[in-house]
């Protein structure tokens, strides 16, 4: 069983739709937790970065972490074509980076 | 603006070759990490280094080697490169961890797709 798991997609939605992207993990060490967005022949930038457990928001994203259920979400509210992407979770047990990656979910926004 | 650049964006080595991808960041970074992402399996750490001349295995060191000789510089060797190894290898750069700090982002470089024949 992998630590993270991440449906792998592809998503397809159209322009406007709410999206949600998920993951879950098996390590209940993990405490940081990051949502990273990688456009196609690109490297990974980082969306979204929280804490333990609770929601955080960013203009149309929203990161949330249960911890008691090991899971995490984000969600796109108004979503755009240019969200098109592949949406990597990844988490750690300490602030220094040793990040395990989920596989990664490909999304489309259509116009 | 921070940037972390790797030396090819595309290589293509034969069989038995030894190859070098080379990362540079500009950041003063002290932690560098080399990835490989391959389709369905995400990012997989291979090696990481938390200063100069150190480094430490990832989940999947075997058939890699590293070299960290200035702090803005790491580089992966591919001893003798086999056809499981084409891939895409992604450098990343962040700071030190210290107690305290909530966030310590990592900066993912473009990335070097290797293809192995």
């Known amino acids: 069983q992998k630590e993270v798991e991440q449906d792998p997609g592809p998503l397809s939605v159209p322009e406007g739709a709410i999206v949600s992207l998920n993951c879950t993990y098996s390590n209940s060490a993990f405490q940081y937790f990051m949502w990273y967005r990688q456009y196609s022949r690109k490297g990974p930038e980082l969306l979204m970065y929280?804490?333990?457990?609770g929601n955080k928001e960013d203009g149309r994203f929203t990161a949330q972490v249960d911890k008691s259920s090991k899971y995490i979400s984000l969600f796109i509210r108004d979503s755009q074509p240019s969200d098109s992407a592949t949406y990597l979770c990844a988490m750690s047990a300490w602030a220094g980076n040793m990040l395990t990656f989920g596989g990664g979910t490909r999304l489309m926004v259509k116009p | 603006d921070v940037k972390v650049t790797q030396s090819s964006r595309y290589l293509v080595k034969r069989t038995g070759e030894k190859v070098f991808l080379e990362c540079v960041q500009d950041m003063d970074h002290e932690n560098m990490f080399w990835y490989r992402q391959d389709p369905g399996l995400g990012l997989r750490l291979i090696y990481f280094?938390?200063?100069?001349?150190?480094?430490e295995k990832g989940d999947i060191p075997e058939g890699y080697s590293v070299s960290r000789e200035k702090k803005e510089r790491f580089s992966l060797i591919l001893e003798s490169a086999s056809t499981n190894q084409t891939s895409m290898y992604l450098c990343a750069s962040s700071l030190e961890s210290e107690i305290g700090r909530v966030k310590s982002e990592a900066f993912f470089g473009q990335g070097t797709r290797l293809t192995v024949v």
């Open positions: 929280t804490y333990s457990s």
């Open positions: 280094s938390y200063d100069v001349k150190m480094k």
